[in-house]
T-cell receptor
Framework: ETGVTQTPRHLVMGMTNKKSLKCEQHLGHNAMYWYKQSAKKPLELMFVYNFKEQTENNSVPSRFSPECPNSSHLFLHLHTLQPEDSALYLC?????????????FGPGTRLTVT | KNEVEQSPQNLTAQEGEFITINCSYSVGISALHWLQQHPGGGIVSLFMLSSGKKKHGRLIATINIQEKHSSLHITASHPRDSAVYICAVRAKGQNFVFGPGTRLSVLP
């Protein structure tokens, strides 16, 4: 248990569906992250939120839409995805405020787009 | 752009062997993070260091800032150490950049 939870753990969706991934951290951190891990590729940073404000969007297509209602919760809304978006999506948190500290990861959501 | 390389890509060892995994990077950094990813996908932080050496149980991490290189050592390896080990580095004011990982299998 890392103190970061993600739901669902597995998701299969069609290209026309809309779904959301949820992340929650119980560590009192102020920074939260979405990462994408495709097969045989390194982790890719997608979004960073610091004190609920988005501070980084790493050229992610608009079919991925993040939402951070408070420092403990992070969502990734998905719509009209492509098969190449199939991957493991990982959420992480750390102390924020300009100092990017040690990251704590959730278990990930394995997404398959059919 | 900071490039992070790891070697070897894959490593198979017998139980009890001493294991070394290497990480090299291309720009000056303020911190380096060693992570462990098990087959289910979950990632666990092992160490975060900016200089010298850290030890936790059978794991030792070292970093040489001048040479832009870090090593992760596992002593008395065990099958439960089988995982992907990932090195990530952070330049000042930047987010972490992740290496490709080293897949370790420890055979009983």
């Amino acid at each position: 248990e890392t103190g970061v939870t993600q739901t669902p753990r597995h998701l299969v969706m069609g290209m026309t569906n809309k779904k959301s991934l949820k992340c929650e951290q119980h560590l009192g951190h102020n920074a939260m992250y979405w990462y994408k891990q495709s097969a045989k590729k390194p982790l890719e940073l997608m979004f960073v939120y610091n004190f609920k404000e988005q501070t980084e969007n790493n050229s992610v297509p608009s079919r991925f839409s993040p939402e951070c209602p408070n420092s403990s919760h992070l969502f990734l809304h998905l719509h009209t995805l492509q098969p190449e978006d199939s991957a493991l999506y990982l959420c992480a948190s750390s102390q924020g405020g300009g100092v990017v500290g040690e990251q704590y990861f959730g278990p990930g959501t394995r997404l398959t787009v059919t | 752009k900071n490039e992070v390389e790891q070697s070897p890509q894959n490593l198979t060892a017998q139980e009890g062997e001493f294991i070394t995994i290497n990480c090299s990077y291309s720009v000056g950094i303020s911190a380096l993070h060693w992570l462990q990813q098990h087959p289910g996908g979950g990632i666990v932080s092992l160490f975060m260091l900016s200089s010298g050496k850290k030890k936790h149980g059978r794991l030792i991490a070292t970093i040489n800032i001048q040479e832009k290189h870090s090593s992760l050592h596992i002593t008395a390896s065990h099958p439960r150490d089988s995982a992907v080990y990932i090195c990530a580095v952070r330049a000042k004011g930047q987010n972490f950049v992740f290496g490709p990982g080293t897949r370790l299998s420890v055979l009983p």
